[in-house]
DNA sequence: ATGAAAGCGCTAACAT
DNA sequence: ATGTTAGCGCTTTCAT
């Protein structure tokens, strides 16, 4: 009786189990090399809310692959192989995935993934984006700018539940809010720079009268050349997503008239989080985390791309001797 | 030597340093009450966190003032007295504050101010919206979307330092981007709706022509009235500030374009670490640190208002016991 | 003043 | 298996 009472309400004092335990948390960190500087940002997150949270028992280990397919999937086994206490992934092929679900599962590894869901595997968490916030955003700013007209979307994948999800979002809010504009099939760029290029000038060949593209992948630097090449990027309304030096350019040269930030590191900050209290507490996170997109527009492009250092600067090592508070 | 040697390089262990303390320390939140709903998320934020990052050292006073000026000197000097290890406050009249400066910095009580800084006041840090990025935001929504004419901005008073600051951006923005557009001098409405009511009428009768409005402050409600009992809403274009439910309305209804969104439970979060991290840590925060606002516009209204329950679950142990201030 | 010793609440290694 | 004990790195108290 007394001990079920007991037991109920009896909260493990962490520091003390920290003291104690020898004991190191491992992490492995399963991402995908920067292509632009998406994964750069997120891996700085996680690194900086770790060091943040850490009592020094945490180790993270990153597994970095160049690619999607089997160097994902190694990364995986090598990480399961390590023996570590949880995982934080960026899915891209779900089906592979399937196949550790069953490991990490038996092992009771946690997994937390970043950035997009892999329906169907077994996961702690799942830390992205708003995607009907960013299809919704993307849609009354174009809808407010031009009204009425024809406009089209690109995604990777109309499989990506992201990506289809931001779709579905763009076109809902064109068709309540303004019934007079319409929306292409979208076109299907697999992140192939030669393909968003391709698609993007039949699409325009096949349409003289395109008001507007919004781009819910990182390959938007094709697209606005395509549109450049044809010369009818001053008419066209573009909306893009993520932000790098690049098209942080085109954006203050208004070529494109706002990208939808993503938050990279906060996404990495988040996921590092929800693991990390798993591990440690025991504390389940939401199913699902969702972050709201910034909107980025020429006036505020270069405070996001300069590093948002963000919270807490470092520690400097130094006891705790209140050396008044001064400002400099 | 030796001991030089090891003092630099050494770094206390704060599970150790936890476990063993018997001290619990105290910090002090002095905000207004709430009249819309930003001080109540702005103390949500600052319990979240302090929940997450709490080893159960900590505890939270809350001293919530009605109305500014004396019970805010009030909540200041009873903190002072209480012998607090810190204090995060509003800081409404930075006059006043002065008086205390010489209380705090000489006990060494360090202070950080949320949403509002007070210029001259010694502190650890300061949290608040990104002015620029929140004045740039309405001025080019506003640019694209008209084009020409003369719009207005509204602002509690010239004095604050934020205010100026999102005035001054936006005035910035249209110069250099939309020449054709002109921006009237400043109301300042002091936060009184009555006020607010007022000089929005009179503005509008003297330039039937106003063609846009940009309110900074919280009382957009009685701007809002005044161009609807003028017969003016319509071809208004209305940018306004923060989220609460009656704004919403005005939001799904169309009569305001957008709200800029300053994250009150973010700003919460982000000065309870920046505290709690120096009193434990001994670190300095950066010296301001600054959020970029969010847009909402009528398709994202909702998921904003409804509770952002943010990041982590619940922590389920009850501190023991909370001296005689009350909790929020 | 300065230094030695006793815990803080756990985990892990030990003994039974 | 179960119970006992040493000790993690600090702070605090107690003795010198």
């Not at 779709?167 to 760029?189: H, Q, W």
Request: one cysteine or more; proline letters at 5%; glycine letters at 6%.
């Amino acid at each position: 009786m007394l001990k079920m009472a007991k037991k109920l309400d009896y909260r493990p004092n962490l520091a003390a189990r920290y003291l104690s335990s020898k004991r190191t948390l491992h992490i492995s960190i399963n991402t995908l090399q920067g292509k632009t500087s998406f994964w750069d940002e997120v891996r700085a997150g996680i690194q900086e809310e770790s060091r943040f949270l850490d009592l020094e028992n945490v180790e993270l280990e990153f597994r970095t692959y160049p690619h999607l397919g089997e160097s994902e999937d190694a990364a995986f086994e090598s990480a399961i192989k390590a023996g570590v206490d949880g995982i934080l992934a960026f899915p891209s092929s779900p089906q592979n995935l399937k196949k550790f679900m069953r490991q990490t599962a038996a092992r009771e590894i946690p997994l937390v993934f970043v950035a997009t869901d892999a329906p169907g595997v077994a996961k702690l968490t799942v830390v992205s984006i708003d995607t009907k916030a960013s299809g919704f955003l993307a849609a009354d700013l174009m809808g407010r700018l031009l009204g009425k007209g024809r406009v089209a979307i690109t995604m990777f994948d109309k499989k990506i539940t992201e990506h289809a999800e931001k779709g579905e979002a763009f076109a809902r809010t064109l068709k309540s809010y303004y019934p007079e504009m319409c929306v292409e099939d979208p076109i299907e760029d697999h992140d192939i720079e030669s393909e968003a290029y391709e698609k993007t000038s039949r699409l325009i060949a096949a349409h003289p009268d395109l008001a507007g593209i919004y781009v819910t992948t990182e390959v938007s630097i094709p697209v606005i050349k395509a549109a450049r090449d044809l010369g009818v990027l001053d008419r066209l309304v573009i909306v893009t997503t993520d932000l790098f030096p690049a098209l942080a350019k085109e954006i203050k040269e208004g070529a494109v008239t706002a990208t939808i930030y993503q938050r990279p590191r906060t996404q990495g900050r988040m996921a590092f989080r929800a693991l990390y209290e798993y591990l440690v507490d025991g504390s389940f996170p939401r199913r699902r985390i969702t972050l709201a997109p910034h909107l980025v527009m020429r006036g505020n492009a270069d405070s996001f791309l300069q590093q948002d250092t963000s919270d807490l600067n470092e520690g400097e090592g130094e006891v705790a001797e209140f050396s008044g508070v001064a400002e400099p």
